[in-house]
């Protein structure tokens, strides 16, 4: 995985992944902390290896990259500093078309190195959303209003919201404000990569 295009540590990746969601939302994006290691580019090694973990089988990865994401962040804080893990989740109809949820693959990686739980139970999808690639950033909202919810009365306070790519934060964005709404404490995010500039 030294073929990526990595940040030199965590807490920058974390200022810049802030920065960026906070660039496109005029700051109104409250995640406690934010979590980043790579670098997404089209055309790179990175986008090929995500792009074979996401629709050719290849879901092992998606558990090594979260082991290697989760060591990553433990340079910048404890476990102890939230109580669970929640995957951005798929609609189910589309669950089905990939047969597996690469975020929920990327929390169970880093979950073997936190020993926190994966909670899948916390927030579902309720609406099939069209593709987000090629929308702009107003487009993508409007796609996600009222997309995620949290059918429990009763979740975790301290949350780490996992997701694979970030572009815009428009997706992390909603499910995270969906978690607040049920009653997180406090929401952090976690993304394997930050779509660069090309």
Known sequence: ??????????????HTLLHSIESHFKGKC???????????????PLQKALHAMKYEGMFNLGKAF????????????????IDCLVPVP??????????????????EGIAEVFHKPVRTDILVRTH?????????????????????KTPLSDIPGRILLVDDVVTTGSTVVAAASALRNGG???VSVATLALTGKE
């Open 128 to 148: 099939y959303t069209a593709t987000q690639t090629g929308l702009a950033i107003t487009e993508r909202r409007k796609n996600l209003e009222g997309a995620f």
């Open 184 to 186: 997180a404490v406090s």
């Open 1 to 14: 995985m030294n073929a990526f295009e990595t940040f030199s540590d965590c807490t920058a990746a974390g």
């Open 30 to 44: 409250s995640f406690e902390r934010a979590y980043c290691r790579y670098v997404y580019h089209r055309h790179s």
């Open 90 to 107: 798929l609609h189910p109809l589309k669950r089905i078309e990939r047969s597996f949820n690469q975020a929920e693959k990327i929390a």
């Open 66 to 81: 979260g082991r290697e994401l989760g060591v990553w962040i433990l340079e910048a804080v404890p476990s102890e500093s």
